[in-house]
């Protein structure tokens, strides 16, 4: 069960993290850098990462200044993936500000991106608790997400993709980064190889389930709670648990309803995608999945000592 008391303790991590990136040391010179990393580390979020490594950590007694380093690393890190995934798939608003390469341009923000993933490296280089063990895992962590950013890509438009090439995809871009943060909290308690693993595979169920939960919302949201436009996703051709559910479940049916309602304007299009989704089942399924992988995590919390 969930106390109010550690609801607020996690209200206060995240104000605390706000606090240290919106303050962080930053040069200001050359502008054509550093204000547009200033603008990335001003902006919101729900610091989900940064809380995981905490809340971890401090379970196992790991060094506080370990932890502020390393929770700004797993942020920055997270951030320096949103700035190049913006890029990628054109998307002008994030957390409801205009994204980076929105406000200047690609090369900006191409720029920014990479100035964040450094400064995240020269952060998490000064943990003192097992450093070579969280560095590598740091670096880890990053090219399995570009390896999910790079099935996302290479699964647009493919109308033959799978639930188990949908699943590899969302473990890697999303899952993966979540539990290396609670793998990291569990390096920086200086904990078993075996504790350790267990963290890793929690924080990986769990960010499915992020992830999952995630493409609902996507359709059965609205814009101003989600930050960004709802359907972009669909609209650009991209796998979700939705319609991989929808192809699995009535292929035929499904390749129908999308030639049908794609012809529609966004809004329109939106309203009759969530029609079929609930007639079908489909969204029931999707909240299931997203269920029974939160359930899975829970479960590696029970056996870890």
Same mark, same amino acid.
């Given at each position: ?113 990479? #100035? !964040? ?8 280089? $000064?943990? @003192? +608790?097992?450093? *070579?063990?969280?560095?590598? /895992? ?21 109308? #033959? !993709? ?8 969302? $473990?890697? @871009? +999303?899952?993966? *980064?979540?539990?290396?943060? /609670? ?123």
């Amino acid at each position: 069960m969930v106390t109010d008391s550690f609801l607020d303790h996690i209200e206060r991590l995240r104000f605390e993290i706000n606090e240290r990136l919106h303050s962080f040391p930053l040069d200001s010179e050359p502008k054509y850098i550093y204000d547009p990393i200033k603008y990335i580390m001003d902006g919101k979020g729900k610091r989900l990462r940064p809380i995981i490594v905490n809340l971890v950590g401090t379970v196992y007694g790991a060094n506080k200044d370990d932890l502020l380093n390393a929770g700004l690393a797993v942020e920055l890190l997270h951030n320096f993936t949103l700035v190049h995934d913006d890029i990628m798939d054109q998307d002008n608003l994030r957390h409801g500000k205009a994204t980076v390469h929105n406000k200047w341009d690609e090369s900006t923000a191409i720029l920014a991106g990479d #100035g !964040i993933y450094a400064i995240a490296q020269i952060l998490i280089t $000064k943990v @003192k +608790t097992n450093p *070579l063990k969280a560095v590598h /895992a740091f670096n880890e962590a990053t090219l399995y997400v570009c390896e999910g950013q790079a099935y996302d890509k290479e699964f647009e438009h493919n109308h #033959g !993709i799978i639930l188990d090439q949908y699943l590899t995809m969302i $473990k890697k @871009k +999303t899952g993966w *980064l979540i539990g290396f943060c /609670a793998e990291l909290g569990g390096i920086l308690g200086d904990q078993s190889d075996t504790v350790i693993n267990e963290l890793q595979s929690y924080g990986l169920n769990l960010g499915i389930a992020f992830q999952i939960q995630d493409d609902i919302l996507e359709i059965f949201s609205n814009s101003k709670s989600m930050g960004k436009s709802l359907g972009s996703d669909l609209i650009a051709g991209k796998q979700t648990i939705l319609t991989v559910l929808a192809r699995q479940k009535d292929a035929i049916g499904w390749k129908q309803k999308w030639e049908e309602i794609m012809h529609n304007d966004i809004q329109l299009a939106i309203e009759k995608f969530r029609i079929y989704f609930e007639n079908n089942g489909i969204l029931e399924l999707g909240k299931n999945m997203a269920k029974d992988y939160t359930e899975a995590a829970q479960n590696n919390l029970l056996i870890i000592p």
